[in-house]
């Protein structure tokens, strides 16, 4: 399977997709010491994000979820890209800054929800926002 995406920050990357089934806020959702989702309501309470893929539908609120997951890329704890049906400037902003800062670089792409079903297991995401079935 291969899918094309729309890039809003281009980077590599690659691990087991984690669908959220709803929004998330990385401010008061995300543990940025250990990169897990800690927000009780949510369906994917007690995940880790870790070196995987998140694919969700959208961001939800907070200006502070970048420096949430800004922090979680710094110590290693977050995700090895992110697939959005809707742009989102914050978690985008968060992705810029891990990168100028030498954090590391992770994907950010926005993708049809539509498409959301095609992603699982492994998979891989590419600079040029192409989306692959690694395994």
């Known amino acids: 399977m291969s899918t094309s995406s729309r890039v809003l920050v281009a980077g590599e990357g690659q ?22 989702i800690i927000d009780q309501r949510h369906p994917m309470a007690g995940q880790g994000i870790g070196a995987r893929v ?54 950010v792409v926005q993708l049809d929800a539509v498409f959301f079903e095609r992603l699982s297991g492994v998979v891989s995401i590419d600079s040029e926002g192409i989306i692959e079935s690694v395994r």
């Open 15 to 36: 691990g087991e997709v984690l669908h959220l089934g709803e929004g998330i806020s990385f401010w008061g959702a995300v543990d940025p010491l250990n990169g897990t």
């Open 54 to 107: 998140l694919v969700m539908n959208r961001a939800v609120g907070s200006s502070s979820g970048s420096a949430i997951l800004l922090e979680t890329l710094h110590r290693g704890c977050g995700p090895a890209g992110i697939v959005l049906a809707e742009a989102d400037q914050i978690l985008t902003l968060g992705a810029v800054v891990a990168r100028e800062m030498g954090y590391g670089v992770i994907p």
